[in-house]
């Protein structure tokens, strides 16, 4: 019996059908196509639209395509984790409502919040479960309504951001294949820099405080940027170091998408050619916790077995992190 290693076996994702393109945003804030393009490299993004459609509507369609395409059973998915930086509630966990509703009723279930990274730190505690033994099959899913905190007058953050989610599921595997190696940071002073202030246990939601829009995100764009630059270049260096691998051996960057230039940043540190980062930021926006997962699950087809991964990430708060994993199946 070899050491058991943790490896993505399935993969599922969704977006809403409803587009906010750069176009329908000029109507909106003082901006134009060109300007958010050139920026950020987002052209469109989803929305979520309907009365009580939180972020566990976005989880459990994405649950439910993975199930549907790798055919495994819910009864048999041990733990459910939703990554998230936007629950359905506070108190109840979005993940137990997801959980049930897909039909996982023999899972424990809990949200693991980390804002951008949440993710990326969600890879390393589902493949510590698994490594345990204890686990057999876990579901990790990345999900945010973003829309739920964004101001639309708000130049700064309503370009940027937009709906989705996706999930894998962790296994345990024997054959070398999975994830190998993290290294996973955070800084406190990070967080007046880029959150959400209003709502929390520091600063209850008060009538006067919703008037004045102080629930909406707010975002110091330029210190944000300068931070994410840096640090998710720096660790996805680190991680190529201390696993003594050269920029031929990688398959893939698979990047948070928050902006085209970040994304372009940690591959040029890596000295990676661009047709092996993946990139869907066109599409989607910043999708929060499920930037990572989306972009597994439209380039999951082109994925092979040993296939070598590099995740990196950036998020509020600050948290910032990079994984080294490899692929373990052929689509």
């Not at 309907?50 to 495994?72: E, H, M, P, W």
């Not at 953050?157 to 999930?167: K, L």
Request: proline residues 2%; hydrophobic residues 40%.
């Amino acid at each position: 019996m070899g050491k058991i290693t943790a490896a993505i076996t399935a993969v599922g994702g969704y977006v809403p059908e409803d587009v906010l393109t750069n176009k329908m945003l000029e109507s909106m804030v003082e901006t134009n196509d060109e300007w958010i393009v050139s920026r950020t490299g987002i052209k469109e993004r989803r929305i979520l639209k309907g009365d009580g459609k939180g972020t566990s509507y976005l989880a459990i369609k994405a649950a439910q395509d993975l199930i549907n395409k790798s055919g495994v059973d819910p009864k048999e998915i041990d733990l459910v984790i939703v990554a998230t930086a936007t629950p359905d509630m506070k108190a109840a966990a979005t993940a137990a409502f997801t959980a049930t509703a897909i039909g996982a009723v023999n899972a424990f279930s809990y949200d693991l919040e980390a804002a951008c990274s949440s993710f990326l730190f969600g890879m390393s505690t589902a493949s510590s479960y698994i490594e345990s033994g204890r686990y057999k099959k876990i579901l990790l899913i990345g999900a945010d309504k973003n829309s739920s905190m964004i101001n639309y007058k708000d130049r700064a953050t309503c370009i940027i951001f937009g709906d989705g989610a996706g999930a894998v599921l962790f296994e345990p595997n024997e054959e070398g294949f999975g994830l190998h190696d993290e290294y996973l940071r955070s800084d406190g002073s990070g967080r007046d820099f880029l959150q959400a202030t209003y709502g929390g246990s520091s600063f209850p939601l008060t009538p006067e405080a919703f008037a004045e829009g102080k629930h909406f995100v707010f975002q110091d764009g330029k210190t944000v940027f300068k931070n994410a630059v840096s640090n998710m270049a720096d660790v996805a260096v680190k991680i190529l170091e201390r696993n003594n691998l050269s920029k031929d051996e990688i398959s893939w960057l698979v990047a948070h998408q928050a902006n085209k230039r970040i994304i372009d940043a940690t591959a040029n540190r890596m000295n990676l050619d661009s047709e092996k980062v993946m990139i869907n930021i066109e599409k989607y926006g910043n999708t929060t916790s499920a930037t990572l997962p989306l972009l597994l699950f439209d380039y999951e087809k082109q994925l092979k077995k040993g296939d070598k991964l590099v995740f990196a990430a950036f998020g509020g708060g600050f948290t910032w992190g990079s994984i080294y994993l490899t692929w373990a199946y052929n689509s």
